[in-house]
């Protein structure tokens, strides 16, 4: 058996598939009532909407309100059964691997608000991707220069690895062999701690992802060139 707790987007499908189509319900149930232990020929995704203890042969759980899990899917042919511990709980359910994929794969959209910034590079705003960038703490962020603006030399005290996003730019730094390159989409640079860097003429949207030691943060981890 697999529990979960279904996210809002999720529900939202549950409720859409289970309205197109025939399904089954569990309900209203009364305190204590009890459904009693049955099977299905084809794998059915529970919902509960109340508070019930599922039974599945060796496996008993509370689901719903309050509950860690509010769903539970249960395989073809397996033998399970229910009882409400909350009045008026219902129990939808609809059947089928396929719908029940098409439920289980919807992910939320993520709109992504917070973003961070230095006065030291105006233009310049940075996205984490994944969790909040803490300095001296190993990070991947995005970083989203506006066009026209420019990334002045500087160096970190933590090493970075930038591959580009989007549009393209000037790479500066102190390493003869790169200065002056122009790099757009796919292209890699790698900076060691201490090394100059930055970016001049940054066109079409320049963007790129940062693996670095810990740049960003409360207190940034970058120092201007002289
Ligand atoms: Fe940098």
């Given at each position: 058996m697999n529990f979960y707790?279904?996210?809002?987007?999720?529900?939202a499908m549950f409720g859409h598939l289970k309205s197109g189509e025939e399904v089954a319900n569990h309900g209203p149930l009364g305190l204590g009532q009890v459904v009693s232990t049955h099977s299905h020929s084809q794998a059915a995704l529970y919902l509960v909407q109340g508070l019930a203890e599922f039974n599945g042969g060796d496996t008993s759980r509370l689901l719903g309100i309050g509950q860690q899990d509010d769903a539970v899917l249960v395989p073809a042919h397996a033998k399970h059964a229910w009882t409400s511990r909350m009045d008026a709980t219902t129990i939808p359910h609809v059947f089928g691997m396929a719908r029940v994929e098409q439920i289980l794969a919807v992910t939320e959209m993520i709109t992504q608000t917070e973003s961070y910034a230095t006065e030291k590079l105006p233009g310049v705003r940075v996205l984490?991707?994944?969790?909040?960038?803490?300095?001296?703490?190993?990070?991947?962020?995005?970083?989203?220069?506006?066009?026209?603006?420019s990334i002045p030399m500087?160096?970190?005290?933590?090493?970075?690895?930038?591959?580009?996003a989007s549009g393209r730019a000037r790479a500066r730094t102190d390493d003869p062999a790169t200065d002056g390159r122009w790099v757009e989409r796919g292209a890699c640079l790698h900076f060691a701690p201490g090394r100059n860097h930055g970016f001049?003429?940054?066109?079409?949207?320049?963007?790129?992802v940062s693996i670095n030691g810990g740049i960003v943060g409360k207190a940034w981890d970058l120092q201007l060139a002289a």
């Open positions: 707790r279904l996210t809002p987007a999720q529900l984490p991707l994944g969790g909040e960038p803490v300095s001296g703490i190993p990070q991947t962020v995005l970083v989203c220069v506006k066009n026209g603006c500087h160096s970190h005290h933590y090493p970075a690895t930038m591959t580009v001049e003429d940054c066109a079409d949207d320049f963007s790129f």
